[in-house]
């Protein structure tokens, strides 16, 4: 399945910073000194940013020349998750910016709204929208960090329909305000 993963060079950077398992096998990092690719949760000691790229599709990195990580296997078969739960996680990723439902992503990927939450639940611990959820304050946070724009259009441009339902939800996630987090951040 190929998919747009709106990720830019920095968000990559930030989630493999913090060993993000939620990101594993979305994109792959490869390190120009060693040649060595890993997952994005590996624990290994982190390059330098200047020897690092980043790769979505597993044939191309190893096309490159890159050999897996001993420690992360990211040539692995990976999945704690099954194909539908992948496939979804890829749908979220992909489309965050859309008001996606439950139904929404259900049609997508061609299984029962019933169905799709509970496997996916049962996988993650977490629910598809809180998943959503996630990515979208991880976006964010992004924004806040590196960008002018004010809360309200961080708010719309990651895919809330709300502010207070972001204001709610980034504070759940951060336990701050994106004020604070931008001021902290900064
Ligand atoms: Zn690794």
């Excluded at 020897?51 to 979505?56: L, Q």
């Amino acid at each position: 399945m190929v998919a747009i993963i709106h990720l830019s060079f920095e968000e990559m950077w930030e989630r493999i910073i913090a060993c993000d398992r939620n990101y594993d096998g979305l994109f792959f990092t490869a390190v120009k000194t060693t040649k060595i690719y890993c997952r994005p949760s590996c624990r290994s000691r982190k390059p330098k940013k200047i020897n690092v790229e980043f790769y979505h599709d597993i044939m191309e990195v190893e096309k490159a020349g890159y050999r897996a990580c001993k420690r992360c296997q990211p040539e692995v078969e990976y999945s704690p998750h099954s194909e539908l739960v992948r496939t979804v996680i890829v749908c979220l990723v992909s489309q965050y910016k859309q008001p996606l439902t439950l139904q929404d992503i259900a049609n997508q990927v061609g299984v029962s709204p019933y169905h799709l939450e509970r496997t996916f639940k049962q996988e993650t611990s977490e629910t598809p929208r809180t998943y959503l959820e996630r990515i979208r304050i991880d976006k964010a946070a992004h924004l806040l960090k590196s960008t002018a724009l004010t809360n309200l259009e961080i708010c719309y441009e990651v895919g809330f329909r709300s502010p207070s339902n972001f204001y709610k939800v980034f504070r759940s996630i951060k336990a701050c305000s994106p004020n604070e987090y931008r001021k902290l951040n900064r």
